[in-house]
């Protein structure tokens, strides 16, 4: 079946969406505005953030599922994808360098929205009827938006969500697995494809306590895998990172030209792009990973949102850099390929910079078995968005389903070509993000008004449940969202 008509529609509808006119204000608007309404909380909490989420890492004696880091690291698992190797790489391709700014722009922008929904995703959470935590934008955009317009913008998220976590949370995540396994080991897809189905029913079906204590195991040793064969060669072309960031900062605002890829790039090419791969790598203002931190053991929905809001220093500021940096200080990104004279294909550029920067074969096994890395932990934390979404529309007996159709459609991502699936989650991306940031906005002054009203007696965030309980004692949102905690049985408002 001839698909390249389809496709070619929804990349011209994916591009308008995530174009100057959609998404790009409203992404680097709404991060701006929750930014000025927090008072920069992104930049002032980051110390104590990244402290209470990678060591002190748990709220003893609170409610939920899971620990606050496992909550931190199945978002992450979700996230720290092919984004931050395929995504970065095409970013600069076609916007040049500059584009690793607007990266960096979206997502420390992002950090205030990444707060901002993980906080929601908390304090509208609800217990289902097996006992366990569910919140995420599906709930909150209702719960929190109490009238028409708020059931139309959770179940808009839901259904987009559904549709998103089969893309790419499932199928594009195996293509990518198996066919750098057969280029790089001669592995046969359907063995990957297999084995990969194997693994995702066994985590999956254990719910998201086997979800948080896989990711907690392996999402820190997949990054640190990753940064430190990246830090190696920036080290060995030390001499190059001050012109590398000189250029990312002078072409951010003046554009710039690859050889054979693009000529005269204008700004909004280096920004459209920077943005757009920023979101898809980071997901902040998407509202899928307040679906993780909805299920996070916490004292309070704030301490849990600034754990959350690492997650997008992590992967933009942290892995996203590292990739960038490592592409432009080896020349890679303006390299051509000698069989056509063009530009060097994005899907090529880091998997080449890693191979130019490390001894021998070093740079492609690091790049394959990163992007291996990546995409299973991605597999593991997008089915849990979708069972929650699931959850969310049909009731708690579509959960086991779900995860046994889930992994059994790994297996068919791992063997077919995914050209429309690839350009079809573009679209359901951007469209699970529209309604979430929509949302943001209209909740923005229940966000800063309970954000300030915890800051102002824990602006450390040391306390302990017992002191959080007594300086909140009286407080009616906080009782509010105490009593959340009872079951509502067969109830999915």
């Not at 000025?36 to 990244?50: S, V």
Request: glycine share 14%.
């Amino acid at each position: 079946m001839d698909l390249t008509g389809l496709e070619t529609f929804l990349a011209g509808l994916s591009s308008w969406i995530w174009g100057p006119w959609i998404l790009i204000p409203l992404l680097l608007g709404t991060g701006l505005y929750l930014t000025i309404r927090l008072g920069g909380l992104q930049f002032l909490r980051l110390g104590a953030a990244l402290r209470l989420g990678l060591f002190t890492r748990k709220d003893p004696g609170t409610d939920g599922d899971i620990s606050q880091f496992q909550a931190l690291t199945t978002a992450l698992a979700a996230t720290v994808g092919t984004g931050n190797i395929v995504g970065v790489a095409t970013a600069i391709g076609i916007g040049g360098p500059g584009a690793l700014f607007w990266m960096w722009v979206t997502g420390l922008l992002g950090m205030a929205s990444k707060y901002s929904e993980a906080f929601l995703g908390v304090r509208f959470r609800k217990t289902d009827e097996a006992g366990e935590k569910s919140g995420g934008p599906q709930y909150y955009l209702e719960r929190g938006i109490p009238n028409r317009f708020g059931k139309f913008l959770a179940l808009f998220f839901a259904i987009a969500a559904v549709i998103a976590c089969f893309g790419i949370g499932n199928m594009t995540q195996g293509n990518s697995i198996a066919t750098n396994m057969e280029n790089s080991f001669n592995v046969p897809t359907w063995v990957s494809g297999l084995v990969l189905t194997i693994f995702a029913l066994l985590v999956l079906v254990g719910g998201i306590k086997s979800i948080g204590r896989v990711t907690a195991g392996l999402v820190p040793i997949m990054i640190i895998f990753y940064v430190i064969g990246a830090l190696y060669i920036l080290i060995a072309n030390i001499g190059g990172v001050p012109a590398a960031f000189a250029q990312i900062f002078t072409d951010a605002f003046t554009g710039t030209s690859a050889v054979g890829g693009f000529a005269g790039s204008a700004i909004i090419i280096a920004v459209q792009f920077g943005v757009a791969r920023g979101i898809f790598s980071n997901e902040s203002g998407m509202g899928s990973a307040a679906i993780a931190a909805a299920a996070a053991k916490t004292s309070h929905p704030v301490r849990q949102g600034l754990v959350s809001m690492t997650q997008t220093f992590i992967d933009t500021i942290i892995v996203v850099t590292c990739t960038g940096l490592v592409i432009i200080t080896t020349g890679v990104w303006n390299m051509t390929d000698p069989e056509t004279g063009e530009q060097i294909s994005p899907a090529l550029m880091t998997g080449e910079a890693f191979s130019h920067g490390l001894p021998g074969d070093w740079g492609h096994y690091i790049v394959t078995i990163g992007l291996v890395m990546f995409a299973g932990s991605t597999i593991l934390g997008w089915s849990y968005y979708g069972e929650r979404n699931i959850e969310r529309l049909l009731g708690r007996r579509a959960v086991m389903p779900f995860r046994v159709l889930f992994s059994l459609v790994v297996f068919v991502g791992c063997t077919v070509q995914l050209g429309v699936v690839w350009a079809f989650s573009d679209v359901m991306n951007g469209l699970m993000a529209i309604p979430n940031l929509i949302g943001l906005l209209i909740l923005s002054g229940l966000i800063a008004r309970e954000t300030k009203k915890y800051l102002d007696n824990d602006p450390k965030l040391r306390a302990t449940k017992d002191e959080v309980d007594a300086f909140m004692a009286g407080d009616k949102d906080f009782e509010e969202w105490k009593t959340q905690a009872i079951p509502v049985v067969g109830d999915r408002k």
